[in-house]
């Protein structure tokens, strides 16, 4: 239970700081219109949480719980230096 809560938090961290920041880069890249990237991100959570778990299942019976969730760190780890990047070229 303790790294699920873990998880939870983390999760939740990123949700409270990823709308503002979308809208901030749209801001200072484009024309102002944070419907259209707030209805995006929306978008990709409602695909994320029908999708996900569906997908998931496959995974996990196909190469193990272990092996997804190092996985998923590996991908996170090779995906960090693009958010630097983005967060420098503003």
């Known amino acids: 239970m303790i790294p699920l809560c873990g998880i939870c938090f983390g999760i939740a961290l990123i949700d409270t700081a ?4 979308l809208g901030y880069l ?3 890249r484009y024309v102002s219109v ?3 990237i707030y209805a995006i991100a929306d978008i990709s959570y409602s695909l994320a949480y ?3 778990p569906i997908i998931a299942g496959g995974v996990v019976e196909a190469i193990g719980f272990t ?5 998923i760190a590996f991908s996170n780890l090779l995906y960090a ?3 630097l ?3 420098r070229c503003v």
């Open 34 to 36: 944070y419907g259209s």
């Open 81 to 83: 230096p693009c958010l």
């Open 85 to 87: 990047y983005t967060s």
């Open 26 to 28: 749209v801001d200072v």
């Open 67 to 71: 092996a997804l969730n190092i996985g």
């Open 18 to 21: 990823l709308l503002p920041t």
């Open 50 to 52: 029908a999708v996900g």
